[in-house]
């Protein structure tokens, strides 16, 4: 793909447009709309991003939103069996229906990636709708758990 696009790091901001376009995500899900709770999400992007543990990625294309991608960095009590303490937990990927299936998103699960790779996270993980599956599956995701989301994970090979 040519890069006829830009990307760049959400700021606490852009925390009313994010809380706009996770709500569109949500909705496009199936979710219905049973409370309002637009300025909690809101007030969750601007903290987050603002204490550094919410990154998310906007992809744009001529100025117009395209496709986003989240990772919220977790930490856990070190274990015996798994080397990491840190983990990221990947939120809020959405593209703009008309821009599917065009690789916007995998170029977002990618910096993804590197950014866990870089933090030296080792893991993440998500729920996936039907739809999202074989885009973490082609990133190499594997299934842990399917039902009505299915829970995926990465891990860095060592």
């Known amino acids: 793909m040519e890069q006829d696009y830009q990307v760049r790091i959400a700021e606490p901001q852009d925390a009313e447009f994010l809380a706009d376009i996770r709500i569109r995500q949500l909705l496009d899900e199936g979710s ?8 909690d999400i809101v007030d969750f992007y601007r903290r987050k991003i ?9 992809l744009e294309k001529d100025g117009e939103f395209i496709s986003t991608a989240g ?14 303490a840190h983990r990221g937990y990947v939120a ?20 993804l990636i590197e ?13 996936a ?13 594997d ?8 829970y995926m994970e990465w891990y860095e090979d060592e």
Request: charge should be positive.
């Open 50 to 58: 603002s204490d550094g543990t919410y990154m998310q990625y906007i």
């Open 92 to 111: 809020s990927v959405y593209t703009v229906p008309a821009y599917r299936k065009q690789g916007y998103a995998s170029i977002l699960i990618g910096m």
């Open 115 to 127: 950014e866990a790779r870089k933090r030296k996270l080792g893991n993440l993980w998500l729920t």
């Open 129 to 141: 709708s039907e739809e999202g599956r074989n885009l973490y599956r082609k990133a190499g995701f």
């Open 32 to 39: 219905a709309m049973i409370y309002d709770v637009r300025e």
């Open 71 to 84: 990772i919220l960095f977790q930490e856990y009590p070190p274990s015996i069996s798994w080397r990491g």
């Open 143 to 150: 299934d842990v758990r399917a039902g009505f989301d299915t």
